[in-house]
């Protein structure tokens, strides 16, 4: 079974910094891209970015562009996102989540295409 595990979230103010952490385990997690999802109070869950497989492309949601930054590293089975000049409207539960399909090098936005989530970090920018 698949495990994902994130870590990393806290309050922080606006235009502060955090990096969040996903660990993977129970699946050749080099094989497959990763994403960062994020779900507000209220809101359907949504795309922040995501990562193939070897680390060799990366996409944003246009809100985050500039500002976050997706890294992996397979030989810790991990996955992070940087999140820089953090804004009120980035406060949201972060979930990373394993690519459905192994070795795609289309790197999906949609949640359906992504098998297994983690238990999601909390991340709150306020003064």
């Known amino acids: 079974q698949v495990q994902l595990v994130e870590s990393g979230g806290g309050l922080v103010q606006p235009g502060g910094s955090l990096r969040l952490s996903c660990a993977a385990s129970g699946r050749t997690f080099s094989t497959y891209a990763m994403g960062w999802f994020r779900q507000a109070p209220g809101k359907e869950r949504e795309f922040v970015a995501a990562?193939?497989?070897?680390?060799?492309?990366?996409e944003y949601a246009d809100s985050v562009k500039g500002r976050f930054t997706i890294s992996r590293d397979n030989g810790k089975n991990t996955v992070s996102l940087q999140m820089n000049s953090l804004k009120p409207e980035d406060t949201a539960v972060y979930y990373c989540?394993?690519?459905?399909?192994?070795?795609?090098?289309?790197?999906?936005?949609?949640?359906?295409?992504?098998?297994?989530w983690g238990q999601g970090t909390q991340v709150t920018v306020s003064s």
């Open positions: 989540a394993i690519d459905r399909v192994i070795g795609r090098w289309y790197l999906s936005p949609q949640v359906s295409e992504y098998a297994y």
């Open positions: 990562i193939r497989w070897n680390g060799g492309s990366t």
